[in-house]
């Protein structure tokens, strides 16, 4: 039985490496579209395309999407988004999925592949990790995209989880922008990515329902960076022990 997992994984994968290829390309000169407005219509419009690839796509490779707490958000208003990483699904699931525009915190060095560059920079405030003052600009950009009345998505643990336990521990960078912009914190939760693409398995893909739960947002009231992050950390830990 095992071996036949194995083989049923691997076949996935390329079919879900396949079609993403496909459907990218198919979707790509609309979501290039977006270079022609003003923000924020332009990344609402990009995300709204997003939307409607990331549906056919997860369609295609028999993945259910539930998204819950979407009422959490308020029309015109942006948040600090935090969300916990297992796994490369989380960024087309919580990009594509997150309520209204959005970018995402991400690796500068992915805006160099040919073609995809182009799509990738349009959703990312890009950073150079390595780069000092890439971290700097990154900064300013994420309280730019705040002002704008957009989301700014971050993965505070940095890199996936690799380890047993529920989360890594978490970088300052998300909760410092929340403390210097004094926007609220909307942790977001998702579920069975580390079960669809396991990241001891090489090129391996089972469909699951994927799950993105958002929680009720929590205001800065003045705190400091390492209480904000102590207490989302708390609350998004006891979130997933409760659902694991």
Known sequence: MRIFKEI?????????????????????????????????????????????????????????????GTEHFKKGEGYVVTCNHNSLLDIPLSSAFIPGPNKTIAKSSFAKIPIFGWYYTKGSVLVDRKSETSRKRSIEKMKAVLRQGMHMCIYPEGTRNRTEALLKPFYNGAFKLAEDTGRSIIPGVILGTKQAVPLNKPFFFLPRTLEIHFLKPIEVNGRNTAALKEEVFRIMEKYLAERI
């Open 8 to 68: 049923a994984g691997r076949i996935c994968a390329a079919w879900a490496l396949v079609t993403f290829i496909i459907t990218f390309l198919l979707v790509l000169p609309f979501a290039l579209f977006s270079y022609l407005f003003p923000e924020p219509a332009s990344t609402a419009y990009f995300i709204r395309v997003s939307k409607i690839w990331m549906h056919i796509w997860f369609f295609l490779i028999g993945c259910r999407i539930r998204i819950r």
